[in-house]
């Protein structure tokens, strides 16, 4: 692998997880109360915060209304 193909899969996942981090900061911070009834504690929205920031593409097609087939019941 040369290094600029190296260079070009870290900047990819920088970026990726870039956008994660900016994403679940958002959700965290204002459309926690929307995805879930009930009140969620700090502490396990800290918690959750690196799986929202992994998972962004995700959470983003959730936050918009997109759901799997087998969770329209």
């Excluded at 994660?20 to 958002?26: L, P, T």
């Excluded at 204002?30 to 009834?37: D, H, K, L, N, V």
């Excluded at 759901?67 to 329209?72: C, I, L, Q």
């Amino acid at each position: 692998m040369s290094v600029a193909l190296a260079e070009a899969v870290w900047l990819g996942l920088a970026f990726y997880l870039g956008i994660g981090a900016v994403i679940a900061i958002g959700v965290i911070l204002f459309a926690m109360a929307r995805m879930t009834p009930a009140r969620v504690p700090v502490r396990v929205r800290l918690l959750i915060l690196p799986g929202l920031a992994a998972l962004w593409p995700l959470v983003l097609m959730r936050l918009i209304g997109l759901r799997a087939p087998e969770d329209r019941a």
